[in-house]
């Protein structure tokens, strides 16, 4: 009952500094480590000793593979290079540099237990990186680069640290640090690829969204499990998986499991994410009770600690700039400023202190070790993490636009159609009823709602907003009557679930990809570069006509909802989300391929030839 109570106060607490978090705009794991350590000294408060078998087996593999599933593999593998130099390269230098730091100040220490606690404080922590980048909106590809990062350092880390407890227990040889980089990661690869094949196998012949759901449980620990029985890394195992599964999900589920699998992870990342900060926190007391027990100073452990820290900071940051001044030709380089955020986001976590608890008990100043690394984890996450956002402000570096998303996803969902339409046109069928005609009206409805989300004209309502409205207010009386229904017990519960399982999936609709108008609004939109055709590079860009108006709308006495002008003889016409759809019939009738946004502030194109933006 006493666990059971633990567990419950520790989510309650968790949910409500979360919430406050979001009201205060500060980043929730800073405030639940401050909530964690000031919890740990309130009597009544049962003292909670994180245990490395816990956080290494128990939340390492769901968080990592979580993260995993929502990793983009084409992104990851676009930045390849940048990741895998910050997953590797430079968890082994800090853990040589920081080695090197400690056994400088403690010269008893040993080498082997400085080169450890170098490479239990080396990973930053995908959970503290991300929870901060995504929060502040940081450009795609540096939080990219930072999610790729910590998906494998930790195994360079742990593969640093196995190294480094073998060599001071006498088991250890200089030749056998190359195999055994080479066995973990091999291993931990060859084993994610066989956990990948046979959860797709699987995948592709169960369409119960639950069952899937449940093999989607079991994957991130039997990745974990089975590499670490061969001596392997459990976590590029559970990362490679990850990474696969989440890209081929398209192709090997079923969308119901692939919608139940994603909330149902996105649920647990929250919970899991959240609560490791806590705990962390609540480390805090009795790691500083056996400090007050160690043979050394006080001051010489504020020492070690505070050079540590330094050291970990400095060495990410001269590293992120070398490689950046030194990049690789062909390579797409970074500007300055991301490069600095890239080093600057270096914030550790649960890991960490996962890693320092794997140090033997009987080794001398262990104590001290993990004190040192509950610094690094406490002095990044503040120090780093408390002014990234600051810093971004300062250097100016762009947030993700929604108004370039808007428009990359209409032009993509307008692809799409096409597609399917082609489709449509090579199918055979005996077509009595229309239905062909429907489902080409149901998919301009969609495209038309994507496009619509540009529209830049404030205080006006665009028809899929009006439809969006109006069909909201419907369900909601449809939803009261169904459940009027149910309340007299005439018709079976299964089906009273079904009828309003489907509201809800309606529902959802109505909002699925649209973001804020006022939101696209922020800014202008301008030219987005895209897979180029010979159009759009013939017909570039060119400064909108003053007062645009679409001269067939105003003889028709019709409104319309956006404004587009052709490239080659200015018409300007109004979008296919009006009533006259004036701009594409002005192009089946000249054959004009290239029409611009003719809106305040845009000036994206469109090739009606290829279907394609620029």
């Not at 929250?270 to 043979?295: H, K, M, P, R, Y």
Request: glycine content about 8%; hydrophobic content about 50%; overall charge negative.
């Amino acid at each position: 009952m006493e666990l059971a109570l633990l567990l419950v106060s520790m989510a309650a607490v968790v949910l409500a500094a979360t919430a406050v978090s979001d009201r205060l705009h500060v980043p929730a794991p800073l405030l639940l480590i401050v909530v964690g350590a000031v919890a740990s000294y309130v009597p009544g408060v049962p003292t909670i000793h994180l245990e490395s078998e816990v956080v290494l087996l128990g939340l390492l593999p769901p968080l990592l593979y979580a993260a995993a599933i929502q990793t983009s593999l084409v992104d990851f593998n676009a930045n390849r290079g940048s990741i895998l130099r910050l997953s590797v390269v430079l968890v082994v230098l800090t853990s040589l540099a920081v080695g090197v730091v400690v056994h400088a100040l403690v010269p008893d220490i040993g080498w082997a237990a400085a080169i450890a606690i170098g490479a239990v404080v080396a990973p930053p922590d995908a959970v503290a990186a991300t929870a901060v980048a995504r929060r502040i909106g940081l450009p795609r590809r540096v939080v990219t680069i930072l999610e790729g990062e910590s998906l494998l350092n930790d195994a360079s880390a742990l593969v640093t640290l196995r190294t480094a407890i073998a060599a001071f227990s006498g088991g250890f040889a200089l030749t056998e640090v190359g195999v055994d980089f080479v066995r973990a990661a091999g291993g931990g690869l060859l084993i994610g690829i066989g956990v990948f094949v046979l959860v797709a196998w699987l995948r592709k012949r169960i369409t119960d969204p639950l069952m899937d759901t449940a093999i989607s449980f079991l994957t991130p620990f039997a990745a974990f499990v089975a590499a670490e029985e061969v001596h392997a890394s459990g976590v590029i195992s559970v990362v490679v998986a990850g990474l696969l599964l989440g890209h081929k999900a398209p192709i090997i589920q079923t969308a119901q499991s692939r919608i139940t699998e994603r909330i149902t992870w996105r649920t647990v990342a929250f919970i899991l994410e959240n609560t490791v900060f806590l705990l962390i926190g609540l480390q805090l007391d009795w790691i500083l009770a056996d400090v007050a027990d160690s043979t050394l100073s006080v001051g010489r452990i504020a020492a070690l600690c505070g050079a540590t820290l330094a050291t970990v900071i400095a060495v990410r940051m001269g590293w992120v700039y070398l490689t950046w001044v030194f990049r690789r030709v062909g390579e797409d380089p970074l500007p300055a400023s991301w490069t600095f955020l890239i080093g600057w986001a270096g914030m550790r976590g649960v890991v960490t202190l996962a890693a320092a608890f794997v140090i033997p008990e009987d080794w001398e100043h262990r104590e001290v070790l993990l004190l040192i690394a509950f610094t690094v984890v406490a002095g990044t996450l503040f120090l780093q993490g408390a002014t990234l956002p600051l810093l971004t402000r300062l250097l100016d570096v762009p947030a993700p636009d929604p108004a370039e998303d808007a428009l990359a996803r209409a032009a993509l969902l307008q692809q799409a159609a096409d597609a399917g339409l082609a489709k449509l046109d090579e199918l055979e069928y005996d077509d009595h009823h229309g239905v062909s005609d429907q489902i080409r009206s149901r998919l301009d409805q969609r495209s038309f709602a994507a496009w619509e989300q540009l529209a830049t004209a404030e205080d006006q309502e665009t028809p899929s907003q009006l439809y969006a409205r109006i069909r909201q207010e419907m369900i909601d009386a449809e939803r009261a009557k169904v459940l009027l229904v149910r309340g007299k017990g005439h018709v079976p519960s299964e089906v009273v679930s079904q009828v309003l399982g489907l509201l809800d999936i309606e529902e959802s609709m109505l909002d699925a990809g649209s973001e804020a108008p006022e939101r696209i609004r922020i800014g202008s939109l301008a030219f987005t570069a895209g897979r180029q055709c010979d159009d759009l590079e013939a017909y570039p860009a060119i400064d909108t006509v003053d007062d645009p108006a679409c001269t067939p709308c105003l003889a028709d006495g019709t409104p319309w909802v956006s404004l587009r002008q052709c490239l080659e003889c200015g018409h300007v016409g109004c979008c296919d989300s009006s009533i006259g759809k004036h701009a594409t019939g002005h192009f089946h009738e000249t054959l004009h391929p290239v029409m611009e946004s003719a809106q305040p502030d845009e000036s994206w194109r469109w090739c009606f030839v290829h279907n394609l933006t620029g």
